[in-house]
């Protein structure tokens, strides 16, 4: 597994793997209603640091992002999602 920066071509498959954990309210801060174009606001654009994980053959399998939750404390959230197999 290689665990490397969120590049702006990985969006996509990134999206791909949001979209039904965010649609069955699996546990992240975000409306599961929410739309591609605000869901990528959220994860990448608000984010300190985002990563993706890519399997053997190349395809992405799991991201996570970084951002303050309380800016006064300056502790950290990471929120990670990955593809869960059968």
Same mark, same amino acid.
């Given at each position: 597994?290689?665990?490397?920066?969120? !590049?702006? &071509?990985?969006?996509? %498959?990134?999206?791909?793997?949001?979209?039904? !954990?965010? $649609? !069955?309210? #699996?546990?992240?801060?975000?409306?599961?209603?929410?739309?591609?174009? #605000?869901?990528?606001?959220?994860?990448? #654009? $608000?984010?300190?640091?985002?990563?993706?994980?890519?399997?053997? *053959? %190349?395809?992405?399998?799991? &991201?996570?992002?970084?951002?303050?939750?309380?800016?006064?404390?300056? #502790?950290?959230?990471?929120?990670?999602?990955?593809?869960?197999? *059968?």
């Amino acid at each position: 597994m290689q665990i490397r920066p969120f !590049a702006a &071509t990985d969006w996509p %498959g990134v999206w791909a793997l949001l979209k039904p !954990a965010l $649609r !069955a309210r #699996e546990p992240f801060p975000h409306d599961p209603a929410i739309h591609e174009a #605000e869901a990528r606001v959220a994860w990448v #654009e $608000r984010s300190q640091a985002v990563m993706v994980a890519l399997d053997p *053959a %190349g395809a992405l399998v799991g &991201t996570a992002y970084l951002k303050p939750t309380l800016l006064w404390r300056r #502790e950290q959230a990471c929120w990670p999602i990955q593809q869960v197999h *059968a």
